[in-house]
């Protein structure tokens, strides 16, 4: 039923199922994860061209208002466990975004629990979050190669405060390649939001086992 | 209408490869079909790592002057590869670009000014593209009083509104548009340029979407876009548009590029 509404992008639909669901008293995070999973086969959908980036954006904005309609139930409940941490940012140098804004969307369909940190951002914000938030990846997109500068330094910084070793490094946008991916010592590389997000399922699966 | 020629532009991945190779001819190649096709400029992008990018412009600025008489629209978000390639230019260039951004207005305004180049003004600052009009204009105002500041007269500004995916909000159109009718009524002699295939990000049939927004940015007042002139599609919109405008005299440009088998059905036109 919700897979259904969302991709055929019925936002009324989604939204009274949801509200009929919650007063039947169905459990929020079963209905969260129902959500989520509806998010995977439009990302899949995306992915393999049937859909379009309008329609995922809708999709994403249809599942905002979802996690709206749920969260008092969630609060009651235990915690959401997310099934991986990722701090995302467009480093210091460029300000592209929708790559980015992309493959944060795709990854919290999949239940990613997605910092991101947005444009031209200072090497110091992307420390503090690691941090605050022990990230099981870290992500740098660019379009631009102004980034590539400030990505080096921000990874730097990373390996002399120890905080290196903790999460996986990844890179990608536009004019990212493996001679960048080497530069700046990241784990995996890509132009392709879709690889990036089997990536981070393909990595949470192995450290989960 | 000056057409800013748009394909030497080494984040697209065959320009690269020649620009690594220093594959001259190719380069050249892209050069001369856009001079014939009706380009005023030639953009050129090296595009490639900040400690290689000075020699590949300055490379690319020598190879492209050796066959073209045109002039270059320098196009780098790094200082030092303008100054370069601004010392081996032919003729005064336009520079790709300057923006609220920090240390890119300090760095890239004296280089405007001491050689007297014309340049590229992004309605953007550090914290990305403004999403509504207002603010895009706040950012053109602080440029246009940092050009005027550095005695740069408004009629050598090109201000980019700067254009996003419709797919991702829909008055990105809009909100470009009307960026260019505030400045013009602040500003009336700047000009205005804008890539177009943004708008069309993610949506299917992109030509379609770029064509029909041409046409109407060109109505809003866009006069040096940056477009690939060997597309035959955009050159007759281009031209179109520009007639039904009333800014071409006679109708004698429409007519010439029919002559020239340059609009209407490529085998039917003489």
Redesign the interface.
């Known amino acids: 039923m919700l897979v259904n509404g969302f991709v055929e992008l019925k936002r009324d639909e989604v939204l009274e199922t949801v509200k009929g669901r919650v007063e039947q008293g169905d459990d929020a995070l079963k209905i969260l994860d129902d959500a989520r999973h509806a998010m995977t086969v439009v990302g899949d959908k995306f992915q393999e061209g049937t859909l379009?980036?309008?329609e995922m954006?809708l999709s994403a904005e249809i599942f905002k208002e979802v996690v709206t309609i749920l969260q008092p139930g969630m609060d009651k409940a235990r915690p959401s466990e997310s099934i991986g941490k990722i701090v995302l940012a467009t480093p210091k140098?460029d300000?592209h975004?929708?790559g980015k804004?992309i493959f944060a969307t795709l990854l919290i369909a999949q239940g990613f629990d997605v910092h991101n940190l947005?444009?031209?951002v200072d090497p110091s914000k992307v420390v503090d979050t690691v941090r605050e938030v022990k990230p099981d990846f870290v992500g740098f997109s660019a379009l631009?190669?102004?980034a590539?500068?400030s990505m080096k330094k921000t990874t730097d910084i990373l390996i002399s405060e120890d905080l290196r070793g903790s999460f996986k490094l990844m890179v990608g946008g536009?004019?990212t390649n493996s001679?960048l991916k080497d530069h700046v010592g990241a784990d995996f590389q890509t132009i392709d939001a879709m690889e990036g997000v089997s990536y981070c399922l393909k990595t949470m699966k192995e450290k989960n086992q | 209408m000056k057409i800013i020629g748009e394909k030497i532009n080494g984040?697209l991945k065959l320009v690269r490869k020649a620009v690594e190779e220093k594959d001259e001819a190719f380069i050249q190649d892209l050069a001369k079909q856009q001079a014939d096709a009706g380009a005023y400029w030639l953009d050129v992008n090296a595009?490639?790592?900040?400690e290689h990018?000075p020699d590949d412009l300055v490379w690319l600025v020598r190879t492209v002057q050796e066959v073209v008489d045109l002039p270059l629209c320098l196009d780098s978000?790094?200082v030092e590869a303008l100054k370069a390639a601004v010392k081996a230019v032919k003729k005064t260039p336009l520079i790709n670009s300057i923006s609220g951004?920090s240390g890119r207005l300090e760095g890239v305004l004296p280089l405007v000014k001491d050689h007297d180049c014309e340049v590229i003004a992004l309605a953007?600052d550090?914290?990305?593209?403004p999403a509504d009009v207002e603010s895009r204009l706040a950012v053109v105002k602080s440029l246009i009083a940092e050009t005027r500041n550095a005695g740069i007269s408004d009629d050598r500004i090109y201000i980019d509104p700067l254009v996003?995916?419709?797919?991702?909000g829909i008055q990105s159109g809009q909100v470009a548009f009307k960026t260019m009718e505030a400045t013009r009524l602040e500003f009336p002699d700047v000009h205005f340029t804008m890539g177009l295939s943004n708008i069309s990000?993610?949506?299917?049939e992109r030509k379609v979407v770029n064509k029909t927004f041409l046409a109407l940015a060109i109505a809003a007042g866009l006069d040096a876009p940056i477009l690939d002139p060997l597309d035959r599609d955009l050159m007759e919109i281009l031209l179109t548009s520009e007639m039904v405008l009333g800014n071409d005299n006679y109708c004698l440009n429409y007519i010439k590029a029919f002559r020239e088998g340059k609009i209407g059905n490529k085998t039917d036109s003489k």
Do not use: C, K, Y
Request: no cysteine; charged share 10%.
């Open positions: 379009f980036l309008a954006m140098g300000i975004d929708l804004d947005g444009v031209d631009i190669t102004t590539f500068a536009g004019v001679v | 984040t595009g490639t790592l900040p990018e978000a790094n951004e953007m550090g914290n990305g593209i996003t995916a419709l797919a991702t990000f993610g949506l299917p």
